[in-house]
């Protein structure tokens, strides 16, 4: 009943398209208008994608240190490692530098050796006072040598905070208004005055500024992702619409193509204003991925019908055939792709949740699309010529398709010992892969804005910041003297860790104002006494208002919670986990739990939990690919041995590839093992094609395999190797991206596939035969899903 309600089915659906053919292009057009006028609401992101979900204890946690203390990653950094910057000239130029930046709206603060503040005791008052390190605003050449000594030699508070002792760098530190942080008006600060204003700056004095700090970076990344979306998308048209011609030899047939994926991309773009979902660099990766999956169904459909018109010669019949034998085979392969993508929306993660809606959608969008427009779009031309069907008798490719059978047919042993060696050797290979990733390892490497974090990493010792937070319980528990000596003593740890830098905390200003009671004596900075604690702080207690500013920066209003700041280098996962260990062991030990409440957080350690995290759900979600695409065989084929016999030439190429990374020392990390589930959903299509085809032969030749087998092989070896070759090229295009993660799924998904197209061209039609005995009966054919038309013995069908 099934058999023929798909007959039934896909002729109706023809009839529906072939008569109803200028209102289906005009419903296309007025879709295509509809999300076309969605692109406005598109909105290219401008935060760090959250990879934990809202309510993740890391996830909580940091959201109460930024009630507590604020965005902690507002800072942007500039520096200079050049003895020359302390000329008077360039010294001078600096500072104002410096002044033009606070002139913005959008600076909050700056720090830098224009404006730095010495604390200092005001004796006839008894308080401590805030007074400019460098009185004039113009500094001569001695005053600038007094202040570089000064600076160097007597404020300490000030070192890897302002300046590197030991190098001699110089830095400024720009906070920006947290009110824009995640809007577009801090890209346009960060990509138009700031960058001019730095310009002018080294074409003045010849100096060059290094910049970083997470606004800067996250700005940059975005912009480059915005530019890599039309590098993309002219790639992936460039290249498949090459490659397409380079097949068909057919202007038209080009034409026709590329018109269907463009109108996708349009649709695709309108998906995304429609929802609102912000251009991220996985969602930036869609639109290319529908012209590189979108092409190989025009290739089918194509294929199909010029085959058509080669054996009869008539137009009508010919496009009602591509509709109803290639829709439902079509149909089932985009669904499996989509599926493979639609599994990200099961997991907790924002960015993979919308990443997986849009694609999925878009490659179901894509499907329509082609279904509908060629063969409305061909029904309106002249009958293809006989030079637009010379392609289909190339001798190179029945020389391919020849030496195909040949194996499959003489040499099945070989292709199984070759298939287990392969096998056992990327087994020993998966075992040499390390799970590990860094929070700037897939950044663009050759951008300025990287080497800048690889700069301040050297001089400042790392731009990730770590933050431990530290309750007492009580208030103003903070300020004691014992609290004090407790967080000094975590400082000292930290310090001892070679990937962290120094810490800055509340201990820092304690240490200044003990130095500052004696009078501003290098060595008295330190932790006072219990005796000097309580001069120290009856003195801070008449000190002005404005010289308790520094202390909101570490302590929170009721001085019950402080923070202490850390900075980490870009260190692999592993390490960072280590890294980890290492300070919840120092803070267990340093910090009684019945007294105080003591956590971490920060950007570092964000990163270090979300990559554990999206490695797992992205681990689940390549599963659960696996299962519902055999799930899908199952209903269409209704017998165990077919499903095993359809995953095995699709799970080898994964295990391949893995094995491919462990030998060439691709870690796994979330960028990579993303491709294990967008592979298998395409990959499981062309085996969906071979089988498919191979019904309609068992049916045609009355259950005899092995013609059965050798027909489908050659009939569907053509467009299987077409639409491979297409999808090999079209995901390498990625290869050109700027960001090491985009550039291993277009790597290591072209491999993928690639793998998949033989394994699916020799070792499944291989597998067939050799288990012909235990598959070569009607009753697993007896309720076929895939609609199988009568066809004659002498008639041949591409799909």
Same mark, same amino acid.
């Given at each position: 009943m099934l058999k023929e309600f798909l007959k039934g089915f896909w002729s109706t659906v023809a009839r529906l398209i072939l008569r109803n053919r200028i209102i289906i292009l005009l419903v296309i057009a007025s879709c295509t208008t509809y999300l076309a006028l969605q692109w406005k609401h598109m909105?290219? @992101?401008?935060?760090? =994608?959250?990879?934990?979900?809202?309510?993740?204890?890391?996830?909580?946690?940091?959201?109460?240190?930024?009630?507590?203390?604020?965005?902690?990653?507002?800072?942007?950094?500039?520096? &200079?490692?050049? @003895?020359?910057?302390?000329?008077?000239?360039?010294?001078?130029?600096?500072? $104002?530098?410096?002044?033009?930046?606070?002139?913005?709206?959008? !600076?909050?603060? !700056?720090?830098?050796? #224009?404006?730095?503040?010495? +604390?200092?005791?005001?004796?006839?008052?008894?308080?401590?006072?805030?007074?400019?390190?460098?009185?004039?605003?113009?500094?001569?050449?001695?005053?600038?040598?007094?202040?570089?000594?000064?600076?160097?030699?007597?404020?300490?508070?000030?070192?890897?905070?302002?300046?590197?002792?030991?190098?001699?760098?110089?830095?400024?530190?720009?906070?920006? #208004?947290?009110?824009?942080?995640?809007?577009?008006?801090?890209?346009?600060?960060?990509?138009?005055?700031?960058?001019?204003?730095?310009?002018?700056?080294?074409?003045?004095?010849?100096?060059? %500024?290094? &910049?970083?700090?997470?606004?800067?970076?996250?700005?940059?990344?975005?912009?480059?992702?915005?530019?890599?979306?039309?590098?993309?998308?002219?790639?992936?048209?460039?290249?498949?619409? +090459?490659?397409?011609?380079?097949?068909? $030899?057919?202007?038209?047939? /080009? &034409?026709?193509?590329?018109?269907? !994926?463009?109108?996708? %991309?349009?649709? /695709?773009?309108?998906?995304?204003?429609?929802?609102?979902?912000?251009?991220?660099?996985?969602? =930036?990766?869609?639109?290319?991925?529908?012209?590189?999956?979108?092409?190989?169904?025009?290739?089918?459909?194509i294929n199909k019908y010029q085959q058509e018109v080669k054996k009869h010669?008539?137009?009508?019949?010919?496009?009602?055939?591509?509709?109803?034998?290639?829709?439902?085979?079509?149909?089932?392969?985009?669904?499996?792709?989509?599926?493979?993508? =639609?599994?990200?929306?099961?997991? #907790?993660?924002?960015?993979?949740?919308?990443?997986?809606?849009?694609?999925?959608?878009?490659?179901?969008?894509?499907?329509?699309?082609?279904?509908?427009?060629?063969?409305?779009?061909?029904?309106?031309?002249?009958?293809?010529?006989?030079?637009?069907?010379?392609?289909?008798?190339?001798?190179?490719?029945?020389?391919?398709?020849?030496?195909?059978? $040949?194996?499959?047919r003489h040499h099945r042993i070989a292709v199984y010992i070759t298939a287990v060696t392969v096998l056992v050797l990327s087994i020993i290979g998966i075992y040499r892969i390390e799970i590990t990733g860094s929070r700037i390892e897939d950044l663009p490497k050759n951008a300025k804005f990287f080497k800048d974090i690889r700069f301040f990493e050297k001089e400042f010792d790392g731009v990730m910041p770590v933050e431990v937070v530290v309750d007492t319980k009580r208030k103003n528990g903070v300020t004691k003297l014992g609290t004090l000596r407790r967080m000094e003593q975590l400082a000292q740890e930290i310090d001892d860790i070679p990937e962290l830098s120094k810490t800055l905390s509340v201990v820092n200003l304690v240490k200044y104002s003990k130095q500052a009671f004696y009078n501003g004596i290098p060595k008295y900075y330190q932790l006072p006494t219990s005796q000097e604690n309580t001069f120290i702080m009856d003195v801070a207690r008449k000190s002005p208002e404005d010289s308790g500013d520094l202390l909101e920066s570490f302590v929170d209003s009721t001085g019950q919670i402080a923070r202490m700041t850390t900075f980490m280098r870009d260190v692999k996962t592993p390490r960072m986990e280590e890294i980890e260990q290492e300070l919840l062991r120092s803070i267990a030990k340093t910090f009684p739990a019945d007294r105080y409440n003591v956590y971490m957080t920060g950007k570092a350690l964000l990163f270090l939990k979300g990559t554990k995290y999206l490695i797992k759900n992205l681990l689940i979600s390549l599963a659960l690919a696996v299962g519902i695409i055999s799930l899908f065989m199952a209903y269409l084929f209704r017998s165990f041995r077919m499903i095993v016999i359809s995953l095995i030439p699709n799970l080898l190429p994964l295990v391949i590839t893995a094995g491919l990374m462990g030998y060439l020392g691709i870690p796994i990390k979330p960028s990579t093992i993303l491709i294990f589930s967008i592979a298998f959903g395409i990959s499981v299509d062309d085996t969906i094609h071979f089988l498919a085809k191979y019904r309609q032969e068992l049916t045609a030749n009355r259950w005899q395999i092995k013609k059965s087998v050798y027909n489908a092989l050659r009939e569907t070896g053509v467009s299987m190797f077409y639409t491979s070759v297409v999808l090999f090229f079209g995901f390498s295009v990625f290869i050109i991206s700027s960001f090491g993660g985009t550039q291993a799924m277009g790597g290591l998904v072209s491999a993928t596939l690639l793998f998949a197209m033989l394994s699916n061209l020799i070792l499944l039609p291989s597998l067939l035969l050799s288990l012909e005995r235990n598959i070569a009966n009607k009753r697993i054919f007896k309720k076929p899903h895939i609609d199988v038309l009568p066809v004659s013995d002498s008639e041949s069908d591409t799909v």
């Open positions: 909105r290219f @992101s401008n935060t760090e =994608a959250s990879v934990l979900p809202d309510d993740h204890p890391e996830t909580l946690q940091y959201a109460e240190f930024v009630s507590l203390f604020g965005e902690e990653d507002n800072a942007i950094v500039l520096a &200079v490692a050049d @003895s020359l910057l302390f000329l008077p000239e360039n010294f001078n130029r600096w500072n $104002r530098l410096s002044k033009q930046f606070q002139a913005n709206p959008e !600076v909050d603060l !700056v720090i830098s050796t #224009d404006n730095l503040q010495e +604390l200092v005791k005001d004796n006839e008052q008894q308080a401590f006072v805030l007074k400019q390190v460098l009185a004039s605003p113009t500094a001569t050449e001695q005053e600038v040598a007094a202040f570089r000594s000064k600076l160097f030699e007597n404020l300490p508070f000030y070192e890897n905070l302002i300046f590197n002792k030991s190098s001699g760098t110089i830095r400024t530190i720009i906070y920006l #208004d947290k009110d824009i942080l995640n809007t577009t008006v801090r890209n346009e600060f960060i990509l138009g005055d700031l960058e001019n204003l730095i310009e002018n700056f080294e074409n003045e004095t010849k100096l060059d %500024v290094r &910049v970083s700090g997470m606004p800067y970076i996250k700005t940059w990344n975005s912009k480059i992702i915005i530019d890599e979306i039309g590098k993309f998308i002219l790639a992936a048209l460039l290249v498949t619409s +090459l490659i397409f011609f380079f097949f068909f $030899r057919s202007f038209r047939a /080009t &034409v026709i193509s590329i018109c269907v !994926v463009i109108i996708g %991309v349009m649709w /695709t773009f309108g998906i995304l204003g429609l929802f609102q979902y912000e251009i991220t660099i996985l969602t =930036a990766l869609i639109p290319p991925l529908i012209i590189v999956i979108g092409i190989p169904n025009c290739i089918f459909l010669g008539n137009q009508a019949l010919s496009l009602q055939r591509v509709i109803t034998k290639i829709g439902n085979a079509t149909l089932m392969t985009n669904v499996t792709t989509a599926l493979g993508f =639609a599994t990200f929306i099961i997991l #907790d993660s924002v960015l993979l949740k919308e990443f997986g809606i849009v694609a999925s959608i878009s490659i179901l969008c894509i499907f329509f699309l082609s279904l509908c427009i060629i063969p409305i779009i061909y029904s309106f031309m002249y009958i293809p010529k006989h030079k637009h069907l010379k392609h289909l008798s190339k001798k190179w490719m029945y020389t391919f398709v020849n030496w195909m059978e $040949r194996v499959v």
